[in-house]
């Protein structure tokens, strides 16, 4: 059953009752959460991630006042999650509504339109204090993290004041908004880059003037701040009354936009990459039709008769490119957010080091690999387990396009983001971070863009072989990329060791052997082509894992 069918069936029923109207479209809600596994994660498992690898980093060290790091984490990564549900998620599901239709045909049936709004406040709610009780509960229970209960009748207020704030404000984006995919890009994009600034993701940094109004300007900073104040031990009963206030006034500022700009009627034309609660979704693949093909797709035209097989790979490279470029949020995580950390880093820590490098050179090397990763890795596979399930792959066997052709578009295009990718990182980190990267050892970096991209490709196509569903696929590569991230010297957290058992998991894997190749290929110091063949070894070895998986499993298999 479609979202919009399933969101339809309480109007077949007989007239109900108010409460049970809402009840039932917040169960619908709920439902649609779970099923949408971008969303689940980053609600509920990045939170988590952070939480775990941050205190494993650094939970057991103390602060001035004699109190562990951790108790002052569960916090923000639970504030974080609160925002992802009430803003986010909230805000991307009422516009895949509105785009879908449900929200027009509501409006002629006898159930009031404004319950499924309720449905969707109700299911953020659940959602968000379910983020809060998981990670209370795993800072409680394995970090030691202390409830304060004095304080607990403030962090309820902070949370439903916290969580009417940013609902009011995901339903002003959708009203300012034409289509769900723009309101998801927006939406995902604000949140990010505020949590580096807002106490969230770096908390007490001492951040640029110009950051540091932005931040306090916006209600996420004062969010965090009023949550963390209910953890704090010290004396009294948790209540950030300054804090609260600024959040108040967003919630009605919101409320106002929402309530005068909102709209029931779709605006933009739905597509199938948008037109379900979902991540914007990759187009399908060029899919085979029998003669006369449809005028609809320039993609399908090498299907359609026999071509040079130059341009037939010219043609897939072309159309894997445009599905990526009409995906703005995997553009946003595979180019822009890479570049944004890159630049954000350095002005929130000026004088930071790492292991005697500066903050932009040391992160360069590490974020481009992050960047190679989430092209190959994740995006990729996505597009190819979608399109496997549309039963694009099997009926590309009845036509002309050779499969070769088609993977090998698919992994070109992967080579073309991450090589842009790169080049953006480079040219910010020289021309205003002072990162000096000697010419002689270009051609390394770019053999190890070129290797990395082999690499991740081939392990992302060998999950997409060993998995069947794109629900299964996204929690394996967002569940394993975003914890290394954090032991493989690309998201760093301070400049302390790892524990031991930390450093041999990232040992093992391929991401953290990438960034120390291309490390080699920019470092300042060193002599040579900047060729780090042990790491490249590594990388190549993980290549030819996957590659052998995808030899032994058939990939095109529904």
Not at 339 to 360: E, K
Request: hydrophobic content about 55%; charged content about 10%.
């Amino acid at each position: 059953m479609t979202t919009a069918e399933h969101a339809s069936a309480p109007l077949t029923t007989q007239a109900r009752s108010s409460p049970s109207l809402v009840a039932a479209m917040t169960g619908h809600a709920l439902r649609s959460f779970v099923r949408t596994p971008m969303s689940a994660f980053f609600t509920l498992i990045f939170p988590l991630i952070f939480l775990i690898v941050v205190s494993a980093i650094v939970g057991n060290e103390m602060t001035g006042a004699g109190v562990p790091v951790a108790q002052f984490l569960v916090a923000p990564f639970a504030v974080f999650g609160v925002a992802e549900a009430a803003f986010v998620v909230l805000a991307t599901d009422t516009a895949v509504l509105r785009e879908s239709g449900v929200l027009m045909r509501l409006r002629g049936t006898p159930v009031p339109a404004w319950t499924v709004l309720a449905g969707r406040i109700g299911a953020a709610l659940v959602v968000a204090g379910f983020a809060v009780v998981l990670l209370t509960g795993v800072g409680a229970g394995v970090y030691g993290v202390e409830i304060i209960w004095r304080k607990v009748p403030a962090l309820l207020l902070t949370l439903v004041l916290g969580i009417a704030c940013f609902a009011a404000l995901g339903l002003a984006l959708v009203s300012v908004t034409r289509t769900s995919l723009a309101v998801q890009t927006l939406s995902q994009g604000l949140l990010i880059p505020l949590a580096f600034i807002s106490d969230v993701f770096i908390v007490g940094a001492d951040l640029p003037v110009w950051l540091a109004r932005i931040g306090s300007a916006l209600p996420l900073k004062h969010f965090a701040r009023a949550a963390a104040e209910a953890f704090d031990p010290h004396g009294g009963y948790g209540f950030s009354p300054g804090g609260l206030a600024v959040i108040a006034a967003w919630a009605v500022l919101g409320a106002v936009v929402a309530g005068r700009r909102f709209g029931w009627s779709p605006r933009g034309t739905a597509s199938p990459a948008v037109a379900r609660p979902t991540p914007p979704s990759r187009a399908p693949a060029p899919a085979p039709a029998p003669a006369p093909a449809p005028a609809r797709d320039h993609a399908l035209a090498p299907l359609t008769a026999r071509r040079a097989p130059g341009s037939m790979l010219r043609g897939q490279i072309r159309y894997a490119l445009t599905t990526q470029w009409r995906d703005p949020l995997s553009v946003f995580f595979a180019v822009v957010f890479p570049v944004l950390l890159l630049a954000l880093f350095p002005a929130v820590f000026p004088d930071g080091r790492i292991h005697g490098l500066t903050q932009a050179q040391f992160l360069l090397p590490g974020l481009a690999a992050y960047a190679i990763a989430v092209a190959g890795y994740v995006n990729m596979p996505e597009a190819v387990v979608q399109a496997r399930g549309r039963g694009v792959l099997k009926r590309l066997r009845g036509t002309p396009l050779p499969w070769s052709s088609y993977l090998a578009g698919r992994v070109c295009s992967v080579l073309v983001v991450s090589a842009l990718s790169t080049v953006l990182l480079v040219t910010v980190a020289v021309l205003f971070l002072r990162v000096r990267i000697d010419p002689v050892r270009l051609p390394a970096l770019a053999f190890g863009v070129l290797l990395g991209v082999l690499c991740f490709t081939a392990l992302g196509l060998a999950l997409v072989a060993l998995l069947r569903s794109a629900t299964s696929l996204i929690a394996v590569t967002l569940g394993t990329l975003l914890p290394l991230s954090f032991i493989s010297d690309v998201f760093v957290v301070g400049d302390a060791p790892l524990p031991g058992w930390l450093s041999a998991i990232a040992d093992v894997f391929p991401l953290k052997h990438l960034a120390q190749a291309l490390l080699a290929a920019t470092g300042p110091a060193g002599h040579g082509a900047g060729l780090a063949y042990g790491h490249l070894a590594i990388v190549a070895a993980w290549a030819v894992a996957g590659l052998v998986v995808l030899r032994r499993v058939p990939l095109q298999r529904a």
